[in-house]
């Protein structure tokens, strides 16, 4: 099985994740694959026409995309605890829907880092502003049900936000979002305790630290 991506994509950290968690590390081979939104990646495109990571490649050669659909499929592959994706009922909707918080949430970020990353001639203040606007109404919506997300069975819907508040904190620090929510800070401060946070913690390989990982802690994508 091979797992396309690379350290720093939040989604592919979500697979990561899943795949720390349910015991699969020794079955998928992590295989870096570069693709942004304005370049496309040939090979990648044979397997994924979205041009996306993260892209699945099981044994038998079926091509899985997109996150989630990865995740609910490693979930199926192995019975390990936590069980990611409840099965039905009230437990299933609020995961899935916290879970499409979390995402949206990054896809916002994504966008919103490449609007502001261009010139700055080229760049809409309407759109920075309204991302800004989705943003801290989304950290506040997650301050506010932490009660329930942080007593809820550990699923895919604290797997997003964990690679939410990661990838704010590894690309917009200057957002802030620990200021004012305490609840948020004390469940991330237990999330990133967990084995498959700190192996899939991102990095940039220029700035690859070793010593950012406990020992015995190996980064899921060996540095380049
Ligand atoms: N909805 C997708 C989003 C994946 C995504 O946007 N990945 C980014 C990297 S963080 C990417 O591959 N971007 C390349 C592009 O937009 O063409 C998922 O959940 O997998």
Redesign the pocket.
Known sequence: VKLYGGP?????R?VGICIIDKGLDRQVEPVRAF??????NRQLMQRNP?????TLETASGTVL????V?CEYLDAQSSVAPQLFPPAGDARWQAMCWNALG?GA??AL?LWRFERNRLPEQQSPEVLTAFAAKLAVVFNRIEAEMPMIASASYSIAHVSFGCLLGYSDFRFADLDWRAGRPRTCDWYERFTQRPSAQRTRPYDDARFDGKAYPAGFEPFWPPI
């Open positions: 720093i994509s939040p989604f592919v979500k693709t942004a939104m304005v370049q496309v979205l041009s996306k990571i993260p995309y997109d996150s989630d990865i995402s990054l896809d994504v």
